[in-house]
């Protein structure tokens, strides 16, 4: 699949709200504030190295706590395993398992890519966490900034939307990483 993507050169309508404005949902220890309000918020992320980790029993009741809700509304994004349904199934397990709606964006291709106001329906008003699978981030990030969908997940994010995930659903949410020893 080809995209174009964002360059001195080449600045499309979707991309032009990124300009000046590096992919990411937080930095280390600053709030996201709403444009609406103007209220801040900091941001709920869980991740872990590992893909699947977040599924430990300790880790899955710190996400499901974290939403305030007893089967919170789940939204799996794939993009970064291209939208394997495997993937979808191991990421979503213990989601199923307690009786969780959840709902599979696929955006890797652009043939399965929903529609900008579809894509808000689920991000915005429908999740209550999100999860992100392992695989490509650079890949991911790349492809939700072509389409928009990394402006919803900040969105979803000043709404108190949970976001976790390993692996490359760990490092989509920053752009720097600090490490404390």
């Keep these: 699949m080809y995209f174009e993507l964002a360059s001195d050169f080449v600045i499309n309508e979707t991309l032009k709200p990124h300009v000046g404005n590096n992919f990411r949902v937080a930095a280390p220890g600053l709030p996201l504030q709403c444009p609406e309000s103007g209220n801040v918020t900091y941001p709920k992320i869980i991740t872990t190295g590992s893909g699947n980790a977040?599924?430990?029993?300790?880790?899955?009741?710190?996400?499901?706590?974290?939403?305030?809700?007893?089967?919170?509304?789940?939204?799996?994004?794939?993009?970064?395993?291209?939208?394997?349904?495997?993937?979808?199934?191991?990421?979503?397990k213990s989601f199923r398992n307690i009786g969780c709606r959840i709902k599979r964006l696929m955006v890797a291709k652009e043939c399965t890519t929903p529609s900008s106001e579809e894509m808000r329906r689920i991000i915005v008003d429908f999740s209550d966490v999100i999860v992100v699978s392992g695989g490509n981030s650079l890949f991911a990030m790349l492809r939700w900034q072509s389409i928009g969908l990394d402006l919803l997940i900040k969105e979803a994010a000043v709404k108190g939307t949970v976001l976790c995930g390993g692996s490359a659903g760990c490092g989509c949410w920053f752009d720097t990483v600090s490490c404390i020893t």
């Design 54 to 92: 977040i599924h430990e029993p300790d880790f899955f009741a710190k996400i499901v706590a974290m939403t305030k809700k007893e089967k919170p509304n789940v939204v799996y994004i794939g993009t970064p395993f291209f939208d394997r349904e495997d993937k979808y199934e191991s990421g979503t």
